[in-house]
């Protein structure tokens, strides 16, 4: 799964053209009785659909010495449910010509997949089920943790630039948990157990902590209905705990360097 920033207004732009910009009454927003916000614009231009659910929950709600916790539980997301096998949710996106994904940033956690019109209610079932019923199997625990720090080793520590990406950022915040990588310091990898992820799934996972985005050639009304019967049960959850860390003013330049094998050279400056 992917690790980054991405945000719901560069969603809706992506599907507009240049000379005709979304105006914010082309956006439908509804917010369901469990708390579940939901943002549609459609756009008839071709017969495809995007399904996004944001939830409200990244590597800024993690603490210290549980960095990679919101990673790790997007990648264990994918191990079935009571009605949906390990692995089942990407097959049968595939199955029914569609795509899918997933990613982590520092603030949120993301779901996505594009289908044909006809299909895209496939997709809204399957994320509303395993909104409720994750599995978090203990039996692929071990397994995607093993995944997870090959991924760091891969995408970070054999990879001077993102090495030092990471370095800097942790010298940049002093206390804000910006200061963590998204996908985890390889220590907190390795000591985080199962029980940390029902933990983060439980607090974090729950249509009030969650956004809905649709973009694509649908009915608003039509799609809104599809949207409730998959979600409208799920029991709004408690309010999860707010991030109240502030940054304390920087006073001076803070530098860091980083020695790795490279062809060149790379210096990076990061401003806050």
């Known amino acids: ?7 719901p207004a560069l969603f809706f732009a992506a599907f507009l053209p240049l000379s005709a910009p979304a105006q914010p009454s082309q956006v439908r927003e509804i917010v369901l009785d469990n708390g579940l916000k939901v943002l549609l614009l459609e756009s008839h231009k071709s017969p495809s659909v995007t399904f996004q659910i944001w939830y409200r929950v990244g590597s800024r709600n ?13 990648h264990m997301m994918f191990k079935g449910t009571d009605k949906m096998a390990p692995e089942e949710y990407p097959r049968v996106i595939a199955k029914n010509g569609g795509r899918s994904n997933a990613f982590t940033s520092s603030d949120h956690t993301v779901y996505f997949a594009t289908m044909s019109r006809e299909k895209i209610g496939i997709a809204i079932e399957m994320e ?12 692929y625990f071990e397994q995607e943790k ?15 630039v993102s090495a030092l990406a990471e370095v ?18 390889m220590g907190d990898i390795q000591s985080l ?27 608003s009304d039509e799609i809104l209905e599809k949207i409730r019967a998959a979600f409208g049960s799920i029991p709004r959850g408690p309010e999860p705990p707010k991030v109240e860390v502030r940054e304390p003013p920087q006073r001076g330049e ?18 806050h």
């Open 1 to 7: 799964m992917r690790s980054f920033v991405f945000w």
């Open 62 to 74: 993690e603490q210290d010495g549980k960095s990679g916790l919101s990673h790790f539980l997007e």
């Open 128 to 139: 509303a089920d395993r909104m409720a019923n994750a599995r978090l199997d203990g039996g």
């Open 146 to 160: 093993k995944v997870i720090m090959e991924e760091r080793r891969l995408r970070t520590e054999d990879n001077p």
């Open 168 to 185: 800097t950022g942790a010298v940049a915040y002093t206390v804000h948990p910006y200061r963590r990588p998204v996908i985890g310091w």
């Open 193 to 219: 157990s199962r029980e940390d992820l029902q933990k983060h799934y439980q607090t974090y996972y729950a249509p009030n902590n969650a956004f809905i985005v649709m973009v694509g050639d649908f009915s």
């Open 254 to 271: 803070r530098r860091v360097s980083l020695k790795k094998e490279a062809e060149l050279p790379f210096l990076l400056f990061y401003y």
